[in-house]
């Protein structure tokens, strides 16, 4: 297989269900049932999936935050697309290190998933009220 464009970036699952929802407003579809069906099964497990109470400033402000930790970009993207909710679950996002995370930086980023995307849907709701 031959690489035609060498240029790629990370996407989050918040991105995808963003994109899923401008496909699924767009009155383009004709001739297209895979694509709807696909886009709505995506959607559907998109939007019970952790990036419904992911913002786009929570996710900016969580990677600025996981800077601080000796973590690759793909393993911050795993973490953003599936937040880490214990020590185990941590530990299982990141590829095996020469240096693991100790306790303190494990509990450490777990308080960090919680401040950034457990109380952004509760924030929100506040400033909308």
């Known amino acids: 297989m031959e690489t035609v464009n060498a240029t790629y970036s990370y996407v989050t699952n918040l991105e995808v269900m963003e994109m899923l929802q401008k496909i699924k ?18 959607l559907q497990y998109l939007e019970d999936s952790p990036c419904k109470n992911q913002t786009r400033e929570s996710i900016t ?40 995370l100790t306790d303190t930086e494990n509990e450490k980023i777990i308080e960090l998933t919680h401040t950034h995307f457990h109380n952004s849907g509760t924030t929100q709701q506040q400033h909308n009220s």
């Not at 969580?62 to 800077?67: A, E, G, K, P, Q």
């Open 61 to 100: 402000n969580y990677l600025r935050d996981l800077r601080n930790y000796r973590l690759k970009p793909h393993e911050m993207l795993q973490m953003v697309n599936d937040p880490p909710t214990s020590p185990l679950h941590t530990q299982l996002l990141i590829d095996d290190n020469k240096a693991p």
């Open 25 to 42: 407003s767009s009155k383009k579809k004709f001739g297209m049932r895979n694509l709807a069906t696909v886009t709505y099964e995506a």
